[in-house]
């Protein structure tokens, strides 16, 4: 049965208004959609309803769609239809109705807002047991005249139920949360439904729509909002709160102004302004901000002021009211709520916005004032409390004399009298300084003053320990490239529990030397211990294989590429970390070696960039590798290196990159050849000391390429496998400590033909681990295996097979288990 026309008609209704003036004084005449669909439900307000049921379809752009209110209000007889369209007239205010309840409509216009949803508004209404009806069809206001008649209907109740039962229902599912036939049904109710939506109603979101139901209008017990079927809950805000003020109560901004004073009634506080009396609300000042960038727009503010009247909001999308843009800081953490009914004669016709006026003028000079007189100074007078409290510096002066201070003053002293020669995470003093520091450290002491004064970022290196502390000047530098800082400084929300971290471990060397420990003893814990942040902190590292197919299929990602090419170093043997940023390197990639048999430094270090573009090669002016070259400068690196696609002229000396990779001595790496490095590491036993023979002689692609095909050619002695994996278990078994490289050499070369040496053992462990590098460890000289010797060549085995076939055989020649033993 049709909405639009069930039903006998029994009378008509004047409508007196011209399409023109309803085209475009409904066209801008509301700034949402949303805030359109609101003047229905004010309507159920006004009526005195107290539950109301709204329903917009989940599509709005299909044919049949549509969105409807109901309410169980008062509704309306024939006399109520036919006030109800009298356009610019309303009887709400007039006559003997009580007080039950501000009325928010006053203009008589809210229902011409559905123009710019829908072409048709129906209404169906019971009162005195009578259903009533009528259409506003708005396509059919004629253009000539400035009137028109609508059918006023009058429906059995068979004939309501079966003309709204279909839109009442979804899925089995009544959605009205009151009965409107038979027994149980309510008195009175009013059904408003509009159809034949227009394109604008598809622009209505629902979770916008949802929060402006939430928060425009009051809600109570009094007043129950169901969407769809769910109870609305009023909008509030689930956070913590810092500090909340009330309007009117210990208000020493209103006792300041000379037009406003403070009142108190039935424990209730006011502001009444001289041209604006009854002013109530509060303001809360949130922990955190309330402002979401990303979801403001879907679902509405939660910050800002929100101006209530008639216990409606009447400024949706304006959070200053017009104002200029208050303290960022404080203001996005804060939720003005005003209530200010007195300003009802001064709202548009929209209840949008209110006219500029002297009452609206004394209530904004009062908000403003309030809030930076009052909220934003605590706001950052608290700020600064918690910054000053939550800092390391704040919470190191606090700790006990025993923890952080005297430990420090004992190393000091022990060191200028010889006891201390080599520590690693306290920096030896200058000679020079012995009395002066000694002095200021017993002084501070005394005064109860930190001895670290300020911790602070720095790059030390990959390989340098976690932290260095400076006596002399109390500076402690967290080292930003240990592995342990560089994986998990992003981990917490606050950087405190990393840099406490660092501040334990250089306490924990003092107390050792304050323990009377051995200074042998001192560093080997605290190397151990570095070790094991080390360990942990690259646990998760990946074998070069599997990396090799990572960085193959990222080549044509920009972001890919960078996080391949930090996977391809850690999987290489490098220490890595990735920096980026403007003026910045991609990452940093340490390789920690100690020193060589002839007592020289072999550890190094390099900077790295990944280059990825639209092209298949880049250009020199692309590559730009005097900034490339600053940044291995700035880093402290030994060697930079530039990772992409291609490039062009990559294999002409000639060209204007190879030129300038030479000049700059940067050193310029294809992808498809890191490809085939990470391929070749482990069987050909590519190791660190090997790479950095490529770092020192290669600068441009092509001497690169052929550096990796004379490594490819090169025939490796394969070493026992099996053997070395069983003898390196049976030491582990049988101590406690890790064994060393030559303990290891002495007891596998007692069960293989071919002895090896010390260099060739450590270069099959290496290339082991690049291999498999959760079941290998290595500690300078002391190796250990992760689990029995058969589970390691099972998992070598399976890694095998999911090499590319071009190189099984290569790992098959290297890594699979052969008989080498002594017969």
């Not at 007078?381 to 700790?399: A, G, H, M, P």
């Not at 004399?401 to 200058?430: H, N, Q, W, Y």
């Not at 005064?447 to 006596?471: F, M, S, Y």
Request: charged content about 25%.
């Amino acid at each position: 049965m049709q909405i639009e026309t069930c039903g006998k008609q029994i009378d008509t209704i004047p409508v007196h208004i011209s399409y023109r003036i309803i085209e475009l004084f409904s066209a801008g005449l509301y700034s949402s959609p949303n805030k359109a669909f609101e003047e229905l439900v004010c309507n159920s307000y006004d009526a005195f309803a107290d539950k109301v049921a709204v329903y917009v379809s989940p599509d709005l752009t299909v044919e049949d769609a549509t969105m409807w209110v109901c309410d169980n209000g008062e509704s309306m007889d024939q006399a109520g239809l036919k006030e109800l369209w009298h356009i610019g007239e309303s009887e709400k205010r007039k006559g003997t109705r009580d007080g039950r309840r501000l009325q928010i409509g006053r203009f008589g216009i809210g229902k011409l807002a559905t123009y710019v949803l829908a072409r048709k508004l129906t209404y169906v209404c019971k009162r005195n047991g009578r259903f009533l009806a009528t259409t506003m069809n708005y396509d059919a206001i004629p253009k000539t005249t400035d009137s028109l008649t609508l059918a006023e209907r009058e429906l059995t109740e068979t004939e309501a139920e079966a003309s709204i039962g279909p839109f009442i229902r979804s899925s089995g599912r009544v959605l009205l949360p009151f009965s409107l036939f038979g027994a149980d049904a309510v008195p009175s109710w009013t059904f408003s439904i509009m159809t034949a939506l227009r394109p604008k109603a598809a622009e209505i979101k629902e979770g916008r729509l949802k929060w402006v139901l939430r928060t425009a209008l009051p809600h109570s017990p009094a007043f129950q909002l169901h969407y769809n079927g769910e109870l609305v809950e009023s909008s509030k805000v689930d956070r913590p709160i810092r500090r909340s003020w009330t309007f009117g109560k210990d208000d020493p901004t209103a006792d300041a102004l000379k037009y406003a004073n403070c009142r108190e009634l039935d424990d209730k506080h006011f502001v009444d302004f001289e041209k604006l009396p009854g002013v109530s609300g509060h303001i809360d000042l949130y922990e955190d901000s309330l402002v979401d960038a990303s979801k403001a727009s879907e679902q509405g503010r939660s910050h800002g002021i929100f101006l209530m009247v008639r216990g409606r909001l009447v400024n949706l999308d304006d959070p200053l009211l017009g104002m200029e843009a208050f303290s960022h800081g404080a203001f996005n953490r804060t939720r003005i709520v005003v209530h200010a009914d007195e300003l009802d004669s001064n709202l548009t016709s929209t209840r949008e916005t209110i006219k500029d006026s002297e009452p609206l003028r004394q209530l904004k000079e009062y908000l403003k004032t309030k809030f930076n007189n009052e909220v934003r100074k605590f706001h950052f007078e608290e700020q600064s409390r918690t910054d000053r409290e939550s800092s390391v510096e704040y919470r190191l002066s606090r700790t006990s004399l025993m923890v952080s201070k005297r430990p420090l003053l004992l190393f000091a002293e022990r060191f200028f009298s010889g006891k201390i020669s080599s520590p690693i995470l306290i920096e030896k003093p200058d000679p020079a300084t012995k009395d002066a520091l000694l002095a200021d450290l017993r002084a501070e002491l005394l005064e109860g003053e930190a001895l670290i004064k300020t911790v602070d970022w720095a790059i030390l290196g990959a390989g340098e320990p976690i932290a260095r502390l400076n006596l002399s000047t109390g500076l402690l530098r967290v080292n930003m490239l240990h592995p342990f800082i560089a994986n998990y400084n992003d981990a917490y929300k606050s950087v405190l529990p990393v840099k406490f971290m660092a501040i334990t471990e250089v306490l924990t060397e003092a107390h050792l030397y304050e323990l009377g420990i051995e200074e042998a003893q001192v560093n080997s814990i605290m190397r151990r211990r570095d070790s094991t942040l080390r360990e942990l902190s690259l646990s998760d590292r990946e074998s070069a294989p599997a990396v090799a197919l990572f960085l193959k299929d990222s080549i044509a990602d920009p972001t890919g590429l960078e996080d391949a090419v930090h996977r391809a170093f850690l999987a290489l043997g490098f220490e890595a970390t990735k920096i980026g940023g403007k003026g910045k390197p991609d990452g940093k990639a340490d390789a920690i070696l100690g020193y060589t048999e002839t007592e020289k430094r072999a550890s190094y270090s390099l900077t790295y960039d990944a280059k990825s573009t639209g092209k298949e090669r880049i250009q020199a002016g692309t590559a730009k590798l005097s900034a490339i070259k600053r940044h291995q400068t700035d880093y402290k690196a030994d060697f930079s290196v530039v990772v992409a696609v291609d490039f062009e002229g990559g294999n002409d000396p000639e060209s204007a990159v190879s030129k300038e990779a030479v000049q700059q001595c940067v050193t310029l790496i294809r992808a498809a050849d890191l490809v085939r490095l990470l391929l070749l590491s482990a069987p050909k036993q590519i190791s660190l000391l090997r790479i950095k023979n490529l770092l020192e002689t290669c600068r441009t692609p092509k001497q690169v390429a052929v550096w990796i095909e004379t490594i490819a050619s090169e025939n490796i002695p394969f070493g026992p496998v099996k053997e070395m994996l069983e003898t390196i278990y049976e030491l582990q078994q049988k101590d406690t400590e890790a064994p060393e490289i030559a303990s290891v050499r002495i007891k596998l070369n007692e069960k293989i033909v071919t002895p090896l040496s010390r260099p060739e053992i450590k270069a099959l462990i290496e290339s082991l681990r690049v291999f498999v590098p959760r079941f290998i460890s290595i500690d300078g000289e002391r190796i250990c295996i992760q689990a029995r010797p058969a589970k390691v060549l099972e998992v070598i085995n399976g890694a095998i097979n999911q090499v590319p076939s071009a190189f099984n055989q290569i790992y098959l020649d290297a890594f699979a288990p052969q008989t080498k033993a002594k017969t």
